[in-house]
């Protein structure tokens, strides 16, 4: 159905919930709720009033850190990405210091919209060969049933796929554990990966998201993102939203060198990224991601 017919007049959200679950009983099967996100300019602008930018830097990669959930509404127009930089410069003391990492990622998001404006259709195509040893030929075509339930037995995993159900959002750090999970533990090519995204998540955007995914499986950067279970503990302490379950992180528990030799056994020696990429601003580069 196009969003085009769907009914849009409610007398409350009950109602709307009811409407949705009637038009859509296939979802039912994934464990589909209607998100807690609010949709339209007021509840955007609610929101705004909310964001912490001098924590931002500081906490941003942490599942609980001073993130702002203002990507729906950036991504469907009810906030702009200027009014939200403005903001976030007025409330902040020493702006150039404190607001500069959360500017910074709003200019990501615009880099990506840029790039995408360049090369359109073309964005699900790989932009550059995979550099992890493996050719596209190599990875699967679809996602498998299990990592579409959310029964891969990888407890994180299964997590933030419930959650990418349920609520329609995901931390970015988050994001990033999952297309690596699907694309480097389990040889998934990452278009599967970011049309499953466009269909769940309410920012779904797909410049932001192709990229993202091109980014994590090194067709739009110079080596594969992947992490490993010191680095998921870290930065979400041990809690993925609605579990502490560790069952399944075993394939994550390994130094990055021979997790590395694992997933990547074909990839050159001399290839091998350093876990402390050097600031040089090269192109493609994210060196924060690997903090
Ligand atoms: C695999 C993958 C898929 C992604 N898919 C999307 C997508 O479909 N739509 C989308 O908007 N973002 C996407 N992102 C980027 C990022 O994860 C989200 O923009 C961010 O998590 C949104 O949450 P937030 O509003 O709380 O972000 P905050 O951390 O509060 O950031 C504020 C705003 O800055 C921008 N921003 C923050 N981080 C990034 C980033 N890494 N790249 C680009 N812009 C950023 C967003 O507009 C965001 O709303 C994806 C990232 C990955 C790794």
Redesign the pocket.
Known sequence: MSSKNLRRDFKNRADLIRYLQLTFPDEAHRDANISPMRGGREAGLALLKTIDPSD?GKS?NHLDGA?????PY??HGALTLTEVRDHALDITNKPQFEANK?VF??A??DY?QHVYAKEGVSIWDDLEPYKTGFVANDYADNLPNDVLTAQTGVAAMDAFIRELYQTG????HA??WL?AYVVHWRRIKWQAGARW??QH?L???PA??NL??QW?ASTFSQKPYFFNLTNLQKFSHGHYYDTTSNVGHEIFDLPYEVLEKQLFPHKPQNDRPTRKPKKSGKRRQRPHHYE
């Open positions: 931002y941003r993130v702002t959930k203002l990507s950036i991504r959360f990622e709003l990501y998001r990506f959002y995901l931390h970015n994001r990033m297309a995204f466009l998540l920012d779904g955007d932001s998201n993202s995914w994590v």
